[in-house]
């Protein structure tokens, strides 16, 4: 057999690594019984790349004005801050970027990010991601924090931080950080944590949690349902009443991405549907997260209810956007 890494038209591969402490939470290292296993341990299903899926589900390099800057909603932009995790999920979206060649941003590239924001007006909130931004060291991620807020002053930016580092490696939170991304973030700083099941809910993630919400960044959730992981009303209703109690609030669950190698992590979005109404009757109206999905060729996010999935016609669920406007999602049932 022909290895795939001497083909260039094939995906580039997603590098398998984990921080020990999140491994430490497994309880079998067999992906098929385990949902910290699935997360982290690469298995053949990565292979099994299908005609509809891309390394760039959301074509976030079509919406990239500069360098490292996603543009895709008029108010709002996604910073690529550094490509390195502390843990490579296996059900990772952005594969194009991820653990790829990239680095962390360049000074320069930063300063004609800042430049852009500076000129766009209407932006007024940046979301720092990655790969994970907290990769970087504390002062490298509040320089990124000054430089972008210094070329828009006197407007008042608001920061998301979007990360997976309470979850995989809680010890990388402090006090410390927290009130330097208060100080830095001017006190507009919020962070977007990715929490899949209650597993990883550990007293260390509440303390990580506790660093951030005392020091007033409230903290919310994207969950991504994932067959095998979490696409289980008991499973799902401990992890957003758990959430709860942490003090994150459920915000997304994401469908999943049509991303290169992850179709065995998908479910149907009926299957999504039917756990939110069982959801509903369980928990507390705070504890839901809105159910959506991101529009593959980068139409944007699309919140998914029995209302907005208008059925199935040739293979595909037609979406109904805000607009009125009808999108298409591949059927895989
Ligand atoms: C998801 C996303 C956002 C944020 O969308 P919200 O609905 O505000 O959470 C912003 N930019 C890009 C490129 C995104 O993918």
Redesign the pocket.
Known sequence: MVSRDLLPENPPHLPVGSSRYYLSLAASLDPARDPIAAQTVRTDAEDVVLPHESVDP?AEARFMPVPRL?H??PN?V?LLACERCATYCRHCFRRHFTGQSGGQIKSEDLARVASYVGKHLEIDEV?ISGGDPLMLDDERLVSILDAIQAAVDPRALLFRIATRMPVVMPKRITVTLAKRLREHGKGRVWVVTQVNHPREMTPAFAQAIACFVDQGIPVLNQAVLLRGVNNDVDVLAELFGGLLRARVKPYYLFQGDLAAGTSHFRTTIDEGLDLMDALRDRLSGMAMPTYAV?LPDGGG?IVLTRATVQGIRDGSYLLLDRAGQQHRYPYEG
């Open positions: 959301l996603i895709r909603y709002r996604l979301l991101d996010k």
